[in-house]
């Protein structure tokens, strides 16, 4: 038996049975892959996958509870990792946090700043995307920490904690109509084409309810996941934008008014996940706490423990 067997396994699992997936991910071949499982599979006597000729279509009722353990066993193999360095006095390393183009463009640039300030020798690397693929990088190890608004707590094996409020404003040109009625309602958001978010991004789920909920019907003409984009649409006079409120900046995005929409939309939260089980570096901890300081090392480690609750 050996870990690149059980990564095999586990990145099968993960990847819908596509060994050619599986071999990309774990740069080799995909004979190479499935010699790999064979091999577990007659060392354990007992069959992992089911079968359509060649093809993986799917874990057998063993290997279900097989891959709970590989999971585990992974997971610790990558904790002795960080541990050692940990140990070893080393404050070198590269911190990977997976999130969402706002997020990264907004909140974090002066948590990064100061980040770096505190540890020079720690090498970010920043990835954004959705927020179901930042969970699936946090789940696989391919990032320490993700951070977005929808979505992180929904997974049971990642651990998840609040870390600030904020809600959404209404964006127009300087002139618009909209500008005259106080308060906005959501009618009269409705009489004009609007431009925001793409579903599951950035609080989107409370526009859609929000305007469900009411019964009023809308034109949504453009979404985008990057509020500056969203923006730059707006300014066109292509339609009205949602946007979150630490998107606007009244000093750069010139010709353009916020008006405040906290009284149309459900608040969101910011979530910031780790995989559940994971060892953390001290510098990791250390991040944490600048992003959300009512979040303690101590709030954290109680929860990455596995018989805490599945949500801070």
Known sequence: MNFQQLRSIREAARRGYNLTEVANALFTSQPGVSRQIREL?????????????????????????????????LVEAENLQQASMEYAGQNSGTLTIAATHTQARYALPKVVQSFRNDFPDVRIALQQSAPDHIAEWVLSGKADIGIATEGLS???????????????????????????????RLEDLAGYPLITYDVGFTGRGHIDAAFAKAGVRTDIVLTAMDSDVIKQYVSLGMGVGIVASMAFDHGRDKGL?????????????????????????????????QFAPD??????????????????
Do not use: M
């Open 41 to 73: 599979e007659d060392e354990l006597g007992v069959v992992i996958f089911e079968r359509n000729g060649k093809r993986l279509t799917g874990l057998t009722d063993p290997g279900k509870g097989i891959l709970k353990i590989i999971d585990r066993l």
């Open 154 to 184: 929904q997974f049971p094996d990642l651990v998840s904690f609040p870390c600030y409020r904020w809600s959404h404003l209404i964006v127009v040109p300087d002139g618009h109509p909209l500008l005259n009625c106080s308060p906005i």
């Open 257 to 289: 008014r916020a008006v405040e929409a906290s009284h149309l939309f459900a608040p969101n939260v910011t979530r910031l996940a780790v995989r559940r089980g994971a060892y953390l570096r001290a510098y990791a901890y250390h991040f944490i706490e």
């Open 295 to 312: 979040v303690s090392r101590a709030d954290i480690e109680r929860a990455l423990d596995a018989d805490a609750p599945r949500e801070a």
